[in-house]
């Protein structure tokens, strides 16, 4: 099949924007097509914030109806952590129905070639990010993350993910030409003659599992790595957490279909309460791909279960920082008081475990006992917080109710350096707001383990007392290494401390920040230049976003005759 | 650590080969450093015919002692499918003991980087190459290849096949460069910056099952795409087939000495008869990385067991022919004999059934019905093998009796078109040498359907009459889907047919050969151009070679700081 005319115009708007994502994720300098400044937003189509406002309020007690095949009913029930029921419902999908429809429109996927898929999944992206405005509500009113944050890491941040896994897919798919021409000499006979022709050929239908904190930013690489590497996509989102991408849904429909394509290569699964479809779709023979975010026993589940699917999960781990030394000890402190504060810790890259040895550290403020070092930031903490509002705008909502309880029980796990205070936010009173308790636990004491030793998913972090610098690299190493961790941090300023945790994070396969003191937090991810998860330790089995992450999403079937 | 003087030798000796190599499997076009004529050998340091028989003559009956860790006793009962005892003795290993010892170098080598990597391994091949004439024999007496088969396929074809997977290795680890400076503009505030290192970090230990049939061309490919990445890699070499093996994990050991790297990073476990130890092995925790061919049934238990690591593996399939018509009748069927007898069928690409309408084809010739297509064919294979001597520099030997009871028991199964002849060698008198068997089956009867949704793998072939060529495509399809394929090939001279075929190929995921009648068999592929499955149907869950080969044997571990 020729591209359609609107194909090949979509492949001339976005080509310079692909070529500038594909330089950058072989310099991993800084840069992103998408603004993350609420203020860029209202001009060249894209909503201002009052028509992002507008948009998102009219959203609220509609059906979004994606006219899909085999809708057998209607799903709602979404409640914001500010409180407001969303009243929006979704279709209900048989996968008898869907499941094959959504195939029918791949064989027209593969013809098209990566370059006209990748320009489609541009434009489906610049849509999207035409409407931060209004996907910024949406996701601040599914996740409970302030506006400010549920505007960049729920907007501009994950499109850029979407746009690396795009850039990385088309990549992948273009290492092989699409022909060639084989002559092997055959000394005085005749050389053997070839014509090859290379064909990148989804797997199959390629299942979303969302998750209710992030559901752009986890689901965007999933969502386009194999929507560019010609798969189907069947979105399962997080019951609590469907608006955002059922939206991202809806546009992509409109985007396929406009192009000429089927817009059943995009699909929503909205489910009933308790129904648990994840499970049942990720072992159906169609679905070929799982991408999944979440705890880590229903990613194992999947590891285990979906063997007819490749499975890319992303689950909990236990994010350690090494406090050594430093040689700014505001700038740690505040640093990390704002790494502890963010979204009230419900990142999957919020620090858990702060080990600090027992006989203090020396900064340039002076040597710091233990005890000085948690009531240093715990003052830290306290001081950014001060504010109920400035705390709101930087701590968002518990996302749920089991939050709530981990925060809690985690006071009676030891002694509380930093109780965890609640803040009211005068726009939305029904809002639950918590600031980060710190405990403090003795690595020395075994009931201490279990603690450390585990996900306290929350605004919930320890302050570990180790015996030495050397003891906490050996608790980081056994922490990553059983429990996996999506980001390690350390503050030092000896050379050889350094190069143990260098070293650690090097053999057990962790990502390390050392010594951020400034505005950049150990939390926080850059796509294009920083790897998000390592794919080497339990907490996860894939990076965002690298070639192993595309490469598998797709096989080279290749022909070959005479010519 | 800086490179060790001799590494850096290394790298400026076989820069320019794997330069070659990464711009070969761009263009995908012929290309190869290593001579296929046996004439070509004897210079430059490499083994003359005569050396190379003699090398391997002194090698019979000697213990090959390889000095490594964990050595419990000593392991031997190789018999060649050419009737010889070859008496060689290996090193029987404790796994407790070796698998540490294997690790202990891993930092250096990861440190290494992955140049010097690819240099120490082009050095490993150009050893084994100066070897090749040595080799060409370890390989016939150990899988029963006719020499030159066992020459070219088991020494050139397979280090061409290694030298690729350093490539596509070398080329993954580095799209991501070693350091990147990150400057986010700020606005009117000062920018924020991060200098970022990425490394390439491996998995750990990489276990390599070998098979009995192509030890070293289906061992190559993984244990050099394992030992390029960083992992260190243990061999664990078929019962029947460990010499190739032991002696190229005896080369790799010397050059990683010499390089001044750990020798242990690779490292051999040869069994006792009946000790099954790759099952023992492949659960092990220290072994991340499993590289698999042989049969079904345990390349899926490895799928299922080995949850630990990444499991690559190359089981059976099913190779359909489809002859729908041809305009050079002579040269198909002359080139379906050589593929059918092309070592006696036992490769894991020949063709096993052959799809053939029953109201016959159309050829340049005139139109040839069902049977007149399988008695021209039979005769074809008769031609090529008329003369015992030439025949068995073609067939080879069987490589056990289980190929030879299944070749018994095939014949049983419908008519005989062309009955399996005994065929003698006389400089090998022991030798199992039989020409292929070619039995009639119509796939309209339902007991049909047994045979040919089977493996039936050794010198098997099928003619199997279909209603149609589109009913040959429909059987085509079900064959690819229930049972994979390596390898397709088709004879048509119909567009239309041709289309369906294609289709069906791209859609089935299977690799695809089209009105071969020349030099070029369907049953061969040759490295840098042609994949070696497609890894996308149930034959084998990876392709030789590709980036997904290579792009999750390692991960990449960034460390990023304030400038």
Known sequence: ??????????????????????????????????????????????????????????????????????????????????????????????????????????????????????????????????????????????????????????????????????????????????????????????????????TPVPRGVSLLIGCNTFPTWNGYPGLFASLATGNPVLVKPHPRAVLPLALTVQVAREVLGEAGFDANLVALAAEHPGEGIAKQLAVRPEIRIVDYTGSTAFGDWLETHARQAQVYTEKAGVNTVLIDSTDDYRGMLANLAFSLSLYSGQMCTTPQNLLIPRDGI??????????????????????????????GALLGALVNDDVKARLEAAAELGEVALASREISNEEFPAAVVRSPLIVKLDAAKPEAEAALLHECFGPVSFAVAVDSSAAAVELLRRTVREQGAMTVGAYTTSPEVSEQIEEACLEECAQLSLNLTGGVYVNQTAAFSDFHGSGGNPAANAALCDGAFVANRFRVVEIRREP
Chains 1, 2 share one sequence.
């Open 362 to 391: 020396t900064t340039d403020a002076g040597p710091k006992s233990y005890d000085e070092v948690v009531s240093d930031l715990a003052a830290a903490v306290d001081s950014l917080l001060g504010d109920d509002a400035k705390a």
């Open 1 to 198: 099949m020729a591209a359609a005319p609107a194909a090949t115009t979509l492949t001339e708007k976005h080509r310079p924007v692909l070529d500038q994502a594909l330089e950058t994720i072989r310099t991993r300098a800084y840069w992103s097509p998408h603004p993350e400044h609420p203020k860029a937003y209202g001009e060249n189509g894209s909503l201002s914030p009052a028509e992002g406002k507008a948009a998102f309020d009219a959203l609220l007690g509609t059906r979004i109806d994606l006219d899909q095949p085999g809708t057998d009913g209607w799903v709602e029930g979404e409640r914001s952590p500010y409180g407001l029921d969303l009243g929006v419902s979704y279709p209900h999908a048989d996968p008898d129905v869907l499941l094959p429809a959504m195939r029918a429109g791949m064989a027209d996927w593969r013809r098209a070639g990566a370059e006209v898929r990748a320009a489609v999944c541009l434009e489906i992206l610049a849509r999207i990010s035409a409407r931060t405005q209004e996907f910024a509500h949406t996701v601040m009113h599914t996740s409970g993350q302030a506006f400010m944050m549920a505007f960049q890491a729920g907007g501009p941040h994950a499109q850029d993910r979407g746009l690396e896994a795009v850039a990385y897919a088309y990549a992948e798919q273009t290492r092989t030409p699409l022909t060639a021409e084989w002559t092997k000499p055959q000394g005085r006979r005749d050389p053997l003659e070839l014509r090859k022709e290379f």
